[in-house]
């Protein structure tokens, strides 16, 4: 007995089964040509959906270009701007306020050894340091 494929509805028939092949070669080619429709119907409107995503694309990509060269970037952190800062900037500024915090421990260490008394025991003054007006 003849059966039919799951997807499409092509018949096939059993090996020892004799069957009528223009009508099976009809019905199938019928079946085939419906699903090659079918095929070119959604391979169309995917390429419509291709197209649509790639003018999208490209119309985000040049806002953000847009965006991406009106931004106007600080090389140091600026007091009252709101302009991103370099990530050289943010570098240069870390080392600059590290070689500050290095040099005010290094002259209270030697503030510290200044105040021992000849007789050995130790005068305890609290410094404070300003450093750029902070």
């Known amino acids: 007995m003849s059966s039919e494929t799951a997807?499409?509805?092509l018949v096939l028939p059993?090996?020892?089964e004799a069957f009528d092949l223009e009508r099976h070669w009809n019905h199938n080619s019928k079946i085939i040509d419906a699903e090659i429709?079918?095929?070119k119907q959604?391979?169309?409107e995917h390429t419509q959906d291709?197209?649509?995503l790639k003018q999208t694309?490209?119309?985000?990509g040049q806002q953000i270009?847009?965006?991406?060269d009106a931004l106007t970037f600080d090389s140091t952190p600026t007091s009252g701007s709101s302009n991103p800062v370099s990530s050289d900037g943010i570098y240069a500024d870390q080392q600059r306020q590290d070689?500050?915090?290095d040099a005010v421990v290094e002259l209270g260490a030697k503030n510290r050894l200044r105040n021992i008394n000849p007789s050995g025991s130790m005068e305890i003054r609290t410094v404070q340091f300003t450093v750029n007006g902070n």
């Open 99 to 101: 070689a500050e915090i």
């Open 42 to 44: 959604t391979t169309a």
């Open 57 to 60: 694309t490209t119309a985000q």
């Open 7 to 9: 997807n499409i509805g």
């Open 37 to 39: 429709g079918v095929l």
């Open 50 to 52: 291709i197209e649509g």
């Open 14 to 16: 059993e090996l020892s």
């Open 65 to 68: 270009a847009g965006k991406q």
